[in-house]
């Protein structure tokens, strides 16, 4: 099965290339290198901190754009198998795991662009034999979404919008009824002038709906019955997380995101309006610009009132761009 993906996933980047090389052969035609370049240069003008930068994407007509994660164990046993769900919050596996998304990324111009993709998870890659007590499928290729992406500056602050439709076929949330997503994300940073520090917020929020209803699982194994259903459907979510960085060098900063105001509403609540506040916690790592279309970023995940090796993970983000 892991081979069959990854035949899909080359076969994907290579005819993504084709289709750009032939593609952009035409365009050039009518398309001088000077209005290129002027139309290269314009989002790097609006666009200037590193993250952000490989976050918005290739600056060409034809990219595949992608971002991973490495969600590890906790920082006493980072290579484990089980992840401790240190904020409780819905559509989380307490498995280890690479999760992310790849897409083929079109820019309309220097600030609009589409993207189409889907989001590919491999549960605990690095276990011999892979993981135990999962009912799951432990690698799967998933999530199919069309995405519209914004990238504009407003009163100094650099920002990047997605909007985004998503079809669920992850098997664990496709068992608990999820079946489409509506979703934003705005990401927001603010240099302050004339010193090494930037601040910000990543703001965010989803709408569900589902197919299922009811009970799930055999009432004879607690451990995987659900009486309701509704108790685990997240209708709608929406996040608010403070973002610090301070730059160290040209390539490389300090980096901490708080996630602080997070609210899920579940199906199961009495109204429309009741919501759950998530756990906060905060990661705090190093941030490392490789080119201007790679960033990675290993931190470490924690809940600020309840600081224990126990419940401190580790991970790594890395965002990559191709052409």
């Given amino acids: 099965m892991k081979s069959n993906y990854s035949y899909l996933l080359l076969s994907l980047i290579t005819l993504t290339a084709s289709f750009h090389t032939a593609f952009s052969d035409e365009v ?39 971002q991973f994660n490495y969600n590890g164990g906790t920082i006493g046993s980072p290579l484990s198998q089980d992840r401790p769900n240190i904020a409780a919050a819905s559509g989380t596996t307490a498995k280890s795991d690479l999760d992310g998304s790849i897409s083929v990324k079109y820019n309309i111009n220097a600030k609009n662009s589409l993207m189409a993709g889907f989001g590919l998870r491999w549960i605990s890659p690095l276990t011999p034999g892979g993981p135990s007590n999962y009912n799951g499928t432990t690698f799967d290729a998933m999530n199919p979404y069309l995405q519209y992406q914004y990238v504009y500056k407003w009163a100094g602050i650099q920002s990047v919008l997605q909007i985004g439709a998503m079809q669920w076929t992850q098997a664990d ?41 009811g009970s799930y699982g055999n009432p004879k194994d607690p451990s995987q019955y659900i009486a309701d259903l509704g108790s685990v459907q997240s209708v709608y979510s929406f996040s608010i997380s403070p973002v610090l960085e301070y730059q160290l060098t040209e390539k490389l900063n300090l980096r901490t995101l708080v996630s602080l105001l997070t609210f899920e509403h579940y199906q199961i609540a009495p109204s429309s309006f009741s919501l759950i506040h998530d756990k906060v916690y905060q990661s705090i790592g190093l941030g490392y610009s490789v080119t201007r279309n790679i960033f990675l970023y ?4 924690f809940l600020p009132g309840e600081l224990r090796a126990n419940l401190t993970n580790v991970g790594l983000t890395a965002t990559v761009n191709l052409f």
Avoid: C
């Fill in 28 to 66: 050039l035609k009518s398309t001088t290198t000077q209005q290129t370049q002027k139309s290269d240069d314009s989002v790097d003008d609006v666009i200037t901190n590193n993250n952000l930068r490989a976050y918005s994407g290739s600056t060409s007509l034809w990219s595949i754009a992608s």
């Fill in 173 to 213: 949330q496709t068992a608990y009824g999820y079946s489409h997503q509506l979703s934003f994300d705005q990401e927001n940073m603010y240099e302050v002038s004339g010193t090494s520090l930037s601040l910000g917020a990543s703001v965010s929020g989803q709408y569900q709906w589902f197919d299922k209803s």
């Fill in 298 to 301: 290993p931190n470490v995940q």
